[in-house]
């Protein structure tokens, strides 16, 4: 008798029957791509740390939005970087601060283009932490009512989404309650319901300037060693009213992506972070790893752990790379 076994080559063997027998599928409306937008300057100024990368000017980041929209992107998620910061951050409800203008900016712009807009203090603040200090320490309670209408301001700029990310207790609650009682009951929540104090925020904060001054997150952000904890967040965030949940940063958290889409019934993100972007681009320039293919399979690896979106740096050229291979396909099937 012949000897009978699995031949998994034979869905291998061509592009075609690869792409036939694909799983896991990536597409440019599940992209959402970070914009650091600054309150000073007509321009981009290139941001070292994250290659390929700028601090844009409104009017720039409304340029850049235009063409993320052409190709498909889904959405844009902006940081502001302001001119001036105190102790209470309060650059961040500047309703002629760097977000709401570029969010009026890209509606003018790329009207159809959902435009997220990050809520935390910590971009704003001089001693750069996430909320209002009391002898040293975050208090969590007096940081909401900023938060609030730090979301509210963005909302009336024209927001399609807040993106709470600064980690205070009770925060999805209070901003939907103050989205309501302004009107604003179709903008939605996307919360940063688990935010790992990471190592892999070094070039973001070099690029909003948003490194604190003394002590470190970790009193607010959470312990990279707990799952469960992970799970309690989403589930809380979703009783307060969250729409979508972000898990950050992405790569070391797969086992978190899957566990918490398995725990929600609402869209879960991973964001692919600052650190994760800046070493593969490191490894790349000596030689170490080809990054085209490093950068999708670490897209691939995000989407197949149960993100149904991805935040990334990346979203531009995984959007373009999405466009090429699709017109080549179309062009072969001509043929």
Not at 42 to 48: A, H, K, N, S
Not at 231 to 238: G, I, S, T
Not at 277 to 294: C, K, S, V
Request: proline share 5%.
């Amino acid at each position: 008798m012949k000897l009978q076994f699995h031949r998994g080559r034979r869905l291998r063997r061509t592009e075609g029957m690869r792409e036939l027998a694909r799983e896991t599928r990536l597409s440019a409306g599940q992209l959402v791509a970070p914009l650091f937008v600054v309150a000073r300057g007509l321009g981009r100024e290139p941001i070292d740390s994250l290659p390929g990368q700028a601090r844009l000017s409104p009017e720039r980041a409304a340029e850049e939005a235009f063409a993320l929209a052409a190709l498909g992107v889904g959405a844009v998620l902006l940081f502001g970087v302001p001119a001036h910061k105190d102790e209470r951050g309060s650059g961040a409800w500047d309703d002629e601060g760097p977000v709401p203008r570029a969010i009026r900016l890209i509606k003018q712009r790329a009207p159809g283009l959902p435009v997220w807009a990050d809520v935390c203090l910590c971009e704003y603040t001089d001693h750069g932490h996430c909320g209002l200090l009391e002898e040293g320490e975050v208090d969590n309670d007096a940081t909401l009512p900023l938060l609030a209408r730090t979301a509210l301001a963005y909302a009336r700029a024209g927001a399609d989404v807040v993106a709470p990310s600064d980690m205070m207790d009770g925060r999805v609650a209070a901003i939907r309650e103050s989205l309501d009682e302004g009107g604003f009951t179709d903008t939605a929540i996307v919360s940063y319901a688990v935010k790992y104090a990471s190592a892999f925020y070094g070039p973001f904060r070099d690029a909003a300037g948003s490194t604190p001054r003394s002590g470190d997150r970790s009193g607010y952000q959470m312990d990279p060693a707990n799952l469960r904890d992970a799970l309690r967040e989403a589930r809380a965030d979703v009783e307060e009213g969250a729409d979508m949940l972000i898990v950050k940063p992405g790569m070391p958290c797969l086992d978190v992506v899957r566990a918490v889409r398995e725990e929600v019934a609402v869209p879960v993100a991973a964001y692919q972070v600052s650190g994760e972007y800046a070493m593969l681009h490191a490894a790349a320039e000596r030689g170490w790893i080809e990054l085209p293919r490093a950068m999708w399979e670490a897209a691939i690896g995000l989407r197949r752990a149960g993100a149904d979106l991805l935040i990334t740096y990346f979203a531009r050229a995984l959007a373009e790379r999405i466009a090429a291979e699709a017109e080549r396909a179309s062009a072969e099937a001509i043929r």
